[in-house]
């Protein structure tokens, strides 16, 4: 079974711009996580989204937002990008369930690097 | 509040040499427990979990974890580590998202 994949795995963009990255998730997963990793921060949970619908949300700006579609394909956008922004971008996948953030196990994928400029 | 601790930044073994590495965790409700691992440049591996049931659990690539609600640990050993295992591991907590340590990298002596 493949795993989760995301695209692209890197990508450089210029103060004020937005970005878009995506997530496919392993075949018959519903719920999909992001995660920001940066040096001073660590892994930081950005949002999760089963269903197409987001279920649960961390600590960021309004300028990180996401979308899942019915495939259970995922979508994270970051407009007006900061320097700041700068990190690699984790992607995890999981089955779901009826409760928010279910005890499943999440698997990663490999992440995409944005550098802003 | 909801939290992980890895003590260790940064730990240096031989090659063949035990391992442990520390996580504390600080969580109110029953805890489901995860061992990752990050190659440079890489996603994060699941190496281990425990949800419920026996304390000690088993992983991929030879570790372990024993979870003690006691002392609220959940540490990571390895009885012979191998050049291969040099890595960056994360110790995380559900709590409906997970919550990671700041990660213990670990450097392998020939």
């Known amino acids: 079974k493949a795993g989760v994949t995301q695209t692209p795995r890197y990508l450089i963009k210029t103060r004020g711009q937005q970005v878009t990255l995506s997530c496919s998730p392993i075949?018959?997963?519903?719920?999909v996580s992001w995660y920001q990793q940066t040096p001073g921060q660590g892994l930081q949970f950005l949002f999760e989204?089963?269903?197409?619908?987001?279920?649960n949300k961390g600590n960021f700006p309004g300028r990180f937002s996401g979308r899942q579609f019915s495939n259970s394909r995922s979508e994270m956008n970051v407009s007006t990008l900061e320097l700041g922004d700068s990190a690699l971008y984790l992607c995890?996948?999981?089955?779901?369930?009826?409760?928010?953030?279910?005890?499943?196990?999440?698997?990663f994928g490999p992440g995409t690097r944005l550098t802003v400029l | 509040a909801q939290s992980v601790t890895q003590p260790d930044i940064h730990i240096t073994v031989s090659e063949g040499a035990s391992l442990e590495l520390r996580c504390n965790y600080s969580?109110?409700?029953?805890?489901?427990l995860f061992w990752y691992v990050q190659s440079p440049g890489q996603g994060l591996q699941l190496l281990l979990k425990?949800?419920?049931?026996?304390?000690l659990v088993q992983g991929i690539k030879g570790f372990e974890a024993e979870f003690k609600r006691s002392q609220s640990s959940f540490n990571l050993r390895k009885p012979s580590v191998h050049w291969s295992d040099a890595a960056e591991y994360f110790c995380?907590?559900?709590?409906?998202?997970?919550?990671f340590g700041q990660g213990t990298t670990l450097q392998v002596k020939p």
């Open positions: 995380a907590v559900d709590t409906g998202k997970l919550i």
């Open positions: 989204y089963f269903s197409e619908t987001q279920r």
């Open positions: 425990y949800f419920s049931g026996d304390t």
């Open positions: 969580y109110g409700a029953t805890p489901y």
């Open positions: 995890a996948s999981s089955l779901g369930g009826t409760s928010g953030g279910a005890r499943d196990t999440q698997y």
């Open positions: 075949s018959g997963h519903r719920s």
